[in-house]
């Protein structure tokens, strides 16, 4: 037994050790002990980047995870025929294209002296069997399914560097699709019966500008090393390392990584510091309140979906969860650094007044379906404290994310939140999201989320732009789509988030963007030398 | 002689089988499919599977079949050794499983024994020297480290040590892409990485060593031979390490193999926050997926593993007091 004064000591001694331990840890927040200060690497000889790792599969089209950065990886292998710069697609295996018959033709011609990792020629032939092969086989990134369908109906060789593709019909995101699609070589892949259970090392031999010289999945580590005989622009850096990391800011402060996705509230220790440059990324991710118009029919009046709209304070949101690190979303759904963004579509501004009036002394009650993150929660907080001004009741009910997810997906909800990624990707996503019909579709984690909604003239819009093939034709229904989409509120956008990318400029500032992704680790020509 | 072997034997039979059994029909339970992403994190991309490849891979992996259909698979598979295919990672469980146990089994015994030691020496001592300073000082640090959750002190050791001190490596097993020239350069690198982790997990478990042994110790210590041992003038270390703690470890040794169970739990913790390449970090993950093969399969082995231990426990037990044969 303790006495009453034992205690009393023993806590006084345990107080002391807490105070010292506190006090040292406190030190080592404020001494600036950031390693910044790399060598200035001249020649970008032998350059060794080192970046956030982690297991996200073998960087084969078949075998990368299907959530996460394991499709870039696999891209550093795997060129296709087309990439996609800071405006938009460029020539890249194919050196020229060209469209015919109507949209139903695409010709591409490929650049000569193409190897392949094991010294190969790559020619028309491996491009044609990979289509082949992806029609048997999909690979975990497929492009090429449109309402169920591939879209390739035929693919003929012209000669070893020119090959002709005939799709289905005519359809404006075809040429990305086709562009966008690695290459496998034909010499390897022809044997191989099952993609999903390949994991030699052959089945990493790509013509891209990497190699792959390391893996191990139970490590999470990747290291590629630049392919000597690559035929395009000469690679900026030598060795990409992908390294297990248990907290990336610890990790970043200590040099173990060389970039860092910073939260605003660490920003003020790398903005104004000579050692660092940080760039915002694109608000290609982002946050939607989606409605049910099954489950509650009372949403498919358009005036209290503009109740929701106007009653959220979405500017609060961005200030308060995403700590300024934002922007407000469209309500014509594609961000403002969209390259199809229509700024002159009706905006919503929070306005309770505006609200009250529209819901006209109604009152009504809702079950907010939410995931766990902490942002989701207060995302769903204060959206019920704004609500309970104009009469809207919410009610809230936080589950984890992929509960959250199946019961969305099964339409068991009457209001939910989602966030996710490619905000900024082909403008078809729109088709994708607003469009009702039966069949859902495709690769966008966004489609088929709207149900009961229907709409007639977006419908209709939806359509008509996926046909036009003239970018000014094409950009004016984008415009268009976006306008009516923003009178019907059948969704609301809520913020878009902007990260921060934090680097060592001293050690290697060829970080860049390209026109539809938010994040320069993920583009290939963020490795590469550039005109 | 026999019977209570028998009865034993069943008894962990069952068990087993009540594991199995859970270890089905829990994963399937929890709302959401292996197959359905909406959303995503904000660095990462996620594809979803369309309607088809869903109906393909359900099929694929017997997902369409009849609930007791799939649970008699279930059990016919596990009980030929046969773990099943991970819908995720797309490889066997067991490969995926075999990759990564060394990893946790090591950090839970060398954990283990460095808690036992250390845990039972500490508590020897705070019992010779009972309401004196050094044992209250000792049972009120203990009595609350063991309440702070592992993975908490995992974060301020990693902080402490890795980060602010710079003496050890903030995360992984073994240095990335390092070649060894020796078989010992190798060793010495391996346990740099895994000294954190396993400082922190013996840190979280020592305290249940300590109050174990500390109790044992004092009930030896009122007994009359400790007394003689005095009246002998016998040093003072002898009186404790030899006389008392050697009657005392019994107890203790009891303890070892049933902290298995919530070692390997603190384990799960741990690796996730050193990011420490064992199951635990696969574990999350499975549950995150919902792959529902690779649940089960980390499952079944860690059940079999504390089962196993148990088992031993039993055993030692027996052999270490006749009075239980």
């Given amino acids: ?531 | 002689m026999n019977k209570p072997i028998i009865g034993k034997a069943l008894e962990y039979i069952i068990t087993f089988f009540i594991i199995l059994t859970l270890n089905f029909m829990v994963p399937r339970l929890m709302p959401g499919d292996p197959f359905t992403f909406l959303s995503n994190d904000e660095v990462g991309v996620s594809f979803t599977f369309t309607e088809e490849e869903i109906k393909k891979y359900k099929d694929y992996y017997g997902l369409n079949k009849p609930i007791t259909t799939q649970y008699v698979d279930y059990l016919k598979n596990t009980l030929s050794g046969y773990l099943g295919y991970s819908i995720f990672y797309n490889d066997e469980v067991l490969n995926i499983i075999t990759e990564r146990i060394t990893w946790t089994i090591s950090l839970v015994f060398i954990s283990t024994l460095i808690s036992a030691f250390s845990g039972s020496l500490l508590g020897s001592i705070s019992a010779y020297y009972r309401h004196r300073k050094i044992d209250k000082v000792l049972y009120f640090f203990f009595v609350s480290i063991s309440q702070i959750p592992p993975f908490l002190i995992g974060l301020l050791i990693l902080y402490y040590f890795g980060a602010y001190l710079k003496l050890f490596p903030l995360s992984g097993g073994i240095t990335p892409f390092m070649e060894y020239n020796s078989y010992w350069h190798k060793i010495i690198d391996l346990a740099y990485h895994f000294i954190l982790p396993a400082l922190t997990l013996s840190f979280v478990n020592i305290g249940n060593f300590y109050l174990v042994s500390r109790n044992s110790v004092i009930e030896i210590l009122s007994k009359d031979y400790i007394t003689t041992a005095k009246a002998k003038a016998l040093k003072k270390r002898r009186i404790v390490f030899v006389h008392a703690l050697r009657n005392a470890i019994f107890p203790i040794v009891t303890r070892i193999f049933l902290s298995f169970g919530t070692v390997i739990g603190g384990a799960v913790l741990i690796e996730n926050v050193f990011n420490y390449p064992g199951l635990g970090l696969l574990m999350k993950e499975a549950v995150f997926y919902r792959d529902y093969p690779l649940i089960q399969g980390i499952f079944t082995i860690m059940a079999l593993f504390v089962l196993t231990m148990n088992l031993l426990s039993d055993l030692i037990n027996k052999k270490l007091d006749p009075r239980l044969s």
């Fill in chain 1, 1 to 531: 037994m303790l006495n009453r004064k034992g205690i009393l000591m023993g806590n006084k001694n345990i107080l002391i050790i807490s105070f010292i331990l506190i006090l040292s840890l406190l030190a080592g927040c404020g001494q600036d002990n950031i390693q910044a200060n790399e060598k200035l690497n001249k020649n970008n000889d032998n350059l060794v980047i080192r970046l956030e790792g982690g297991d996200w599969g073998y960087p084969t089209p078949f075998l990368h995870y299907r959530r996460g950065p394991g499709a870039y990886k696999m891209k550093l292998i795997f060129d296709s025929l087309l990439e996609k710069d800071e405006k938009g697609l460029i020539p890249w295996l194919a050196k020229e294209w060209e469209i015919k018959n109507d949209g139903k033709e695409y010709i591409f011609k490929l650049n000569k002296n193409i190897k392949w990792h094991d010294g190969n020629k790559l020619t028309a032939d491996d491009v044609k069997f990979t289509f082949e092969y992806y029609k048997a086989h999909p690979p975990v990134w497929n492009n090429l399914i449109v309402n169920g369908k591939n879209i390739i109906e035929n693919v003929d060789i012209i000669d070893d560097y020119t090959i002709k593709f005939i799709v289905n019909e005519k359809n404006a995101t075809y040429l990305e699709r086709v562009g966008t699609m690695p290459i496998i070589p034909k010499h390897i892949w022809e044997n191989v019966k099952d993609p999903l259970k390949f994991y030699r090392e052959e089945a990493v031999i790509g013509c891209g500008p990497y190699k792959l010289t390391n893996y191990s999945r139970e490590q999470g580590i990747y290291k590629f090393k630049a392919f000597e005989n690559y035929w395009g622009p000469k690679q900026k850096v030598d060795v990409i390392e992908f390294v297990p990391v248990s907290d990336p800011i610890l990790a970043f402060e200590k040099g173990d990584i060389d970039t860092l996705m910073a939260s605003p509230d660490i920003l003020n220790r790398y903005e104004n510091n000579e050692g660092f440059k940080v760039t915002k990324n694109k608000p290609f991710w982002g946050y939607r309140l989606i409605f049910n118009m099954d489950n509650r029919p009372e949403l498919k009046d358009k005036s209290l979906r503009k109740v929701f709209a106007y009653g959220i304070n979405r500017d609060e949101l961005v200030q308060k969860v995403a700590r300024g690190a934002g922007i407000v979303a469209s309500m014509g759904y594609l961000p403002k650094a969209h390259k199809w963004y229509n700024p002159d579509i009706k905006k919503y501004n929070f306005d309770i007044e505006k609200a009250r009036k529209l819901i006209n002394g109604k009152e009504y009650s809702f079950k907010l379906l939410i995931g766990n993150s902490p942002k989701e929660v207060k995302i769903a907080e204060l959206i019920k404290l704004s609500l309970s001004k104009v009469g809207i009741n919410i009610e809230v009910k936080s589950v984890d994310n992929k509960t959250r997810d199946g019961l969305v997906k099964k339409g068991d909800f009457e209001l939910a939140i989602i966030g996710h990624g490619g905000w900024g990707r082909d403008p078809d996503l729109l088709r994708d999201m607003y469009y009702s019909s039966e069949t859902m579709e495709s690769n966008s984690p966004a489609s088929g989320s709207l149900p009961g909604f229907y709409n007639e003239k977006i419908n209709e819009l939806a359509l008509l732009q996926m046909k036009q093939l003239n970018f000014d034709e094409r950009k004016e229904t984008i415009y268009k789509l976006q306008e009516v989409i923003a009178q019907e509120v059948p969704q609301i956008p809520l913020f878009n988030t902007i990260g921060y990318f934090v680097f060592r400029p001293l050690k290697y500032d060829g970080w860049m963007y390209t026109y539809d992704h938010h994040y320069p680790e993920h583009c290939k020509l963020s490795y590469l030398e550039r005109k």
